[in-house]
């Protein structure tokens, strides 16, 4: 392997504003929050220097519709065969904002939010803090893979109160990619309930073969109708402090409620936000293309390791995303988690899987979530570093 994906520069990454490394002691290797320690497409980069040299760093505008949407819509059709509404999309900073946002406009306090669990830790406090009840749906660990369980869905959403569904596909931290199959009885108790569905699809080009992508609006014409599908470059193309990101927002009722609020209750991405994430979504694939391959062998690495380890280190090799989810339940006991003694006795960092069912009576103490987003020599030291606390 060679190219821009070989090594990395830890210098580089603790010299910088990231809080991957930034925040760490010098001794202490990150690989927690889903930042990757790579660059950027070369095309991101020269649009941002371009907007640079031409000091263009004044309040956003084009005239005719806003680039963002237009990239966004082509995506979605070129790649995963689902053509957008027109007109139906809004620029938002990022993901966390757009969750708040809808949540505020598509349900009411007191109301049940539906989700699987474990998830993406800041979705569940977004929740918990609107005062919504979070509705767990449970990830389930079988032998072939994390499902969840559907038999009753549509019943046990009415008995909780269901009135909103986030969907995380692909999934975080598991890294599931539902299957059409898989997702048919979540759109079939939205219809019934009369559910608004937001979808959260920002791994969505993340995807390893054989596996495919399903955008839930893409299910059906009712399907189209209810859901809110929320996406950006960020995750792909490693720009998440850029912040910008996209809602295409089906269902009419939201559309109206948003379109009736103040026009300063978004926020404004910034042009360079703008043209990075423009950038991206036309420029970048060749680029994500040997990203993937990549991802592909530290993935593929991760699962060796796991497999080979002499305790039951249970673990499934993720269909999408650069997120390992293990579970340390087999291994010697961890007094505050797992990724706390490895961060205090071993020097490496991972996510604390507690903090993915927080507020929900789900168990994940037992867990870490392990970004494999780093060059193949820097993953090995941390798989290194992390088999040598329990060796």
């Known amino acids: 392997m060679s190219g821009p994906f070989e090594t990395v520069d830890v210098a580089r990454l603790r010299s910088g504003h990231g809080v991957k490394w930034g925040s760490l002691p010098a001794a202490t290797i990150g690989a927690w929050v889903a930042d990757m320690d790579f660059g950027v497409p070369p095309a991101v980069r020269e649009s941002i220097v371009r907007v640079t040299e031409r000091e263009d760093f004044g309040y956003p505008f084009w005239p005719g519709q806003d680039p963002v949407v237009e990239a966004f819509e082509e995506r979605m059709a ?32 007191g109301d049940g939010v539906a989700i699987h669990v474990p998830s993406y830790p800041p979705f569940l406090a977004s929740i918990a803090r609107s005062g919504r009840r979070i509705v767990p749906l449970p990830m389930v660990w079988s032998e072939t893979g994390w499902g ?46 009369d559910l608004v569905v937001l979808a959260d ?30 996406t950006s470059a960020t995750k792909a193309f490693n720009i998440a402090g850029l912040r910008c990101a996209v809602a295409h927002i089906g269902p009419d009722r939201v559309w109206k409620s948003l379109a009736e609020a103040p026009l300063d209750y978004f926020g404004t991405p910034s ?66 988690g797992p990724a706390a003694l490895l961060e205090r006795r071993a020097g490496v960092k991972l996510s604390e899987g507690a903090e993915f069912s927080e507020h929900t009576g789900v168990d994940t103490a037992s867990f870490a979530r392990l970004n494999f987003a780093t060059s193949p020599a820097n993953l090995q030291e941390i798989l290194s570093r992390v088999a040598s606390l329990w060796a």
């Open 78 to 109: 070129g790649r995963h065969g689902w053509t957008p509404r027109p007109g139906r999309t809004r620029v938002f900073t990022d993901l966390i904002q757009i969750l708040q946002v809808m949540i505020e406009h598509a349900t009411e306090p």
């Open 271 to 336: 042009v360079l936000s703008r043209v990075a994430t423009v950038a991206a979504w036309r420029e970048g694939e060749a680029w994500l293309e040997q990203l993937m391959l990549t991802l592909d062998d530290n993935r593929r690495a991760v699962a060796r390791w796991a497999a080979a380890s002499p305790w039951d280190l249970r673990h499934h090799t993720p269909e999408a995303t650069y997120l390992a989810w293990l579970d340390f339940a087999g291994t010697p006991p961890a007094d505050g």
């Open 201 to 230: 699809e920002i791994h969505a080009d993340l995807v390893f073969s054989p596996h495919r992508h399903v955008p839930f609006a893409s299910l059906g014409a009712d399907a189209a109708a209810r859901t809110i599908t929320a």
């Open 148 to 193: 969840f369980a559907a038999e009753g869905l549509t019943a046990r959403l009415r008995e909780q109160g269901c009135r909103m569904i986030v969907l995380v596909d692909p999934h975080n931290p598991t890294g599931r990619v539902f299957t059409r199959a898989e997702l048919a009885p979540l759109a079939e108790a939205a219809e019934e309930l």
